[in-house]
């Protein structure tokens, strides 16, 4: 691993940057480029489910990273390195595939792509895990963060103008070239050797039977049942308040990914400053006082100021509650199955996502977007329940505890 500290974090910031580039196309571009070539809603829908079903499967990735040396180069850097290579190779050659021709083949390729996407995302999450003492699990997730939301900016910006101004080619090739910006800071990286209490062992499961653990996960599901609920509305609600246009929309929405990249800083910064018990009550506020104040917006010019600023503020408190779960998942995880554990508990963020968005569309449509917003703040006070269990010993890793 490089010894410099800013070099080991633009690594792991270039990772999920890349990674964010991706997830950007998947979610503002994907749909309108099957559409361009004549696809209907209905193929669009069932090309996304089989597209997601990596992550779904990405705890058997994980436990394979964890258990597997692959060709005695190492854990995670070589199982990164496919993972980019799969994602880099089929980037190039998707634009000579037609989707409505060749549907099942376009669809295939896309759950290829995506289960390259898998085995890097997780593998790098257990590299942090493995090579990142606890102070600086903070830190790292500030990276990760914000090189994800820069990610998604620019595949929502640039990416954008390329696929109007050139060719669709030019915007997979674009996302291909930016694939291989992560192997400028892997090459010549070596892993540390694992200790042998630090190998895979199925008992480290056992952990799962600790209610430590679990509480960690049920906050994370809640936060994300927020945050993703929630943010899924603003741009509708703001569409339909002040009128704004599309165009307007996508600015908006750079200048909350802007809000991201700030709010995982900040994340990072109150970890280190006050606690991550501290840190995750103020979160916690954060959260619930920007869902509030958009909750009061009106349809004026002043309104429509305030709704500008207050959207960076919500980016800023998405990527506060970002940054600050992923590293109390961090601080729960056993090194021994560090890739798959995190997994683990990721998927409970991932049904949060799910719930928060069914929920924020059901509300939404009942008792209209300002009541909504309420609600999600509302919400956060589910939080606070299992806060205790959350800090109860976190002095006390997870992996000694479990010996």
Known sequence: MPQNKTLRYLMFGSLYFTQGTILGYFASLNALYL?????????????????????????????????VNLFGKGHRIPYIY??????FLLLIFVP??????????????AFFLQLGMALYDTCTDGLALDTAPEEEHGRIQAWMVGGRAVGTVVAA?????????????????????????????LFGVKEPEKDTEARFDWS??????????NAVGIAGLLVFLVIVGANQLVNPFLVETFKISLTQAGMITSLWGIGIVIGSFIGSGLIKKVGDRIATYIMLAM??????????????QLGLNLAVALVVLYGVAYGTAQTITFALCMGVTDTRIAASMFAI?????????????????????????????????????LVLPFLPAVFGKRNQRTQNSAH
């Open 204 to 213: 480290a499961f056992k952990a799962f039977k600790r209610w430590q653990v």
């Open 35 to 67: 559409q361009s070539r004549g696809l209907t809603l209905t193929d669009i829908g069932i090309f996304g489910a089989i597209a997601l079903i990596p992550f779904v499967i990405k705890i058997f990735l994980g436990m394979l990273s964890d258990k």
């Open 157 to 185: 910006s640039a990416v954008g103008i390329l696929a109007d101004k050139v060719s669709w080619q030019a915007v997979f090739w674009s996302l291909a070239a930016l694939t291989l910006l992560p192997a400028l800071f």
């Open 96 to 109: 000579f595939v037609n989707p409505k021709q060749y549907y099942w083949g376009f669809v295939a390729m």
């Open 82 to 87: 496919i993972g980019l290579a799969v994602q």
């Open 287 to 300: 959260v619930a006082i920007s869902l509030v104040l958009v909750a009061t917006l009106t349809s004026t």
């Open 345 to 381: 508990l990721m998927a409970f963020t991932n049904v949060g996502q799910g719930i928060g968005l069914a929920m924020g569309g059901k509300l939404s449509d009942l008792a209209g977007f300002q009541w909504t917003f309420i609600a999600f703040a509302a919400v956060c006070i």
